[in-house]
């Protein structure tokens, strides 16, 4: 069974841009959840979706969102880059049983810089 | 909110030591604790998921315990290798919020010596 794959793996952007990333769970996960890791502040909940509906949310501003599609698959999406927002991001997928998901899977994730 | 502390931050053996690391956290409402591996610039390898209801687990030379009414957990890597060398991370599913978000510790730095 193929892993969580994250795409690109590294992304180098310009303050004020915008950039999305990807994230493909395993398959037959329904859960997609989004953190973000930096030296300062180490992982961080940026949320979570479940079945296209976000089930859950960190204390990120506005400008750090996401979907998610019908096979799964979801995007997360940061407008207005801040140099702050250079940052390892990793997504994880998991199964879940009603409201809760069991073991979470991650992915590689994906580094970003921003300049 | 809950809050995961690990200690120690960083830890150095030689090979073949028995060592042991150290996750607790301040909510006993959890769902779950999981135990994760990561190394330099990479994501986080699942090594071992506790259920609330459950003590511990094992697998292989780990083997992780938990605690809830103290609101600890530990991860037991017995005769450890250079290969063990990564940052051990623990987080806490709490029982309180739906959904997958886990709170982590800051890790553990371990360096396995030759």
């Known amino acids: 069974k193929a892993g969580v794959t994250q795409t690109p793996r590294y992304l180098i952007k310009t303050r004020g841009q915008q950039v999305t990333l990807s994230c493909s769970p395993i398959s037959g996960h329904r859960s997609v959840s989004w953190y973000q890791q930096t030296p300062g502040q180490g992982l961080q909940f940026l949320f979570e979706?479940?079945?296209?509906?976000?089930?859950n949310k960190g204390n990120f501003p506005g400008r750090f969102s996401g979907r998610q599609f019908s096979n799964s698959r979801s995007e997360m999406n940061v407008s207005t880059l801040e140099l702050g927002d250079s940052a390892l991001y990793l997504c994880a997928s998991s199964s879940s049983r009603g409201s809760f998901s069991y073991e979470q899977y991650f992915g590689p994730g994906t580094r970003l810089t921003v300049t | 909110k809950q809050e995961v502390t690990q200690i120690p931050a960083a830890l150095s053996v030689p090979e073949g030591e028995n060592l042991v690391l150290n996750c607790s956290f301040t909510d006993s409402a959890i769902y779950n604790l999981q135990w994760f591996r990561q190394d330099p610039g990479k994501g986080l390898t699942s090594l071992l998921l506790?259920?609330?209801?459950?003590r511990e687990q094992t697998s292989g030379r780990l083997n992780a315990s938990l605690d809830k009414s103290s609101g600890r957990s530990t991860l037991y890597i017995a005769a450890s290798q250079p290969g063990d060398s990564a940052t051990y991370l623990c987080?806490?599913?709490?029982?309180?919020?739906?959904?997958?978000?886990?709170?982590f510790g800051e890790g553990t730095q371990l360096t396995v010596n030759p």
């Open positions: 979706y479940f079945s296209e509906t976000q089930r």
């Open positions: 506790i259920q609330s209801s459950q």
């Open positions: 987080a806490a599913q709490a029982l309180e919020t739906s959904g997958s978000r886990l709170t």
